[in-house]
């Protein structure tokens, strides 16, 4: 019997660990306070952006993040946590988490994760002010288009330029022919 519970903690542990190791950005926050269809309002916010959010019991979460090498990370596991999870845009679990911390002052945001590094809650505040990565990256895209369009305007002139003046030879040429 003894065996099965273990058994069970280690597939939570290596769970957590997986997703650890696989989100690019990871926000812990202190759920009290907050009412079931709040709850619920945040889980929805979070699912409909990919994200994954889980309340896992501290022993469990300790043992991943030592696992996945994070273990400085356990200083804010006290206490009731959930964590939210983002796999594709690490920008975007702090903005949802920060813009529902604004309407609802009972979540409290502890620390995040981002790329393997620990940040506090100052700067997953900061994080969330940040465009998603889908604008970031239109703005520099953006930015690399904006000398080539203007390149492409200068030869569009030259040869429009080049066009007038051949056209002007040929009809010199013409009235002179004639």
């Known amino acids: 019997m003894k065996e099965k519970v273990l058994?069970?903690?280690?597939k939570i542990v290596d769970e957590i660990t997986e997703k650890i190791n696989k989100a690019q950005g990871m926000v812990l926050v202190d759920y009290r306070g907050l009412k079931v269809d709040e709850v619920t309002e945040l889980r929805n916010k979070y699912r409909e952006a990919?994200?994954?959010y889980k309340v896992y019991k501290n022993t469990m979460m300790r043992?991943?993040?030592?696992?996945a090498g994070l273990e400085e990370f356990?200083?804010?596991?006290?206490?009731p946590n959930a964590i939210a999870f983002g796999f594709e845009d690490p920008v975007q679990v702090a903005k949802i988490t920060h813009e529902f911390a604004k309407k609802h002052k009972e979540l409290?945001?502890?620390?995040?994760?981002?790329?393997?590094k620990i940040i506090n809650v100052d700067e997953v505040k900061n994080l969330a002010s940040l465009p998603s990565k889908e604008i970031l990256i239109a703005q520099v895209l953006g930015g690399l288009n904006a000398p080539i369009a203007?390149?492409?305007n200068v030869l569009q002139g030259t040869i429009r330029k080049l066009v007038y003046a051949l056209d002007a030879i040929r009809e010199k040429q013409e009235a002179q022919g004639a």
Do not use: M, R, S
């Open 7 to 10: 058994e069970e903690k280690k």
């Open 50 to 52: 990919g994200v994954d």
């Open 63 to 67: 043992f991943a993040f030592k696992e």
């Open 74 to 79: 356990n200083q804010y596991l006290t206490g």
């Open 108 to 116: 409290e945001i502890k620390a995040g994760i981002i790329d393997g």
């Open 150 to 152: 203007g390149f492409a």
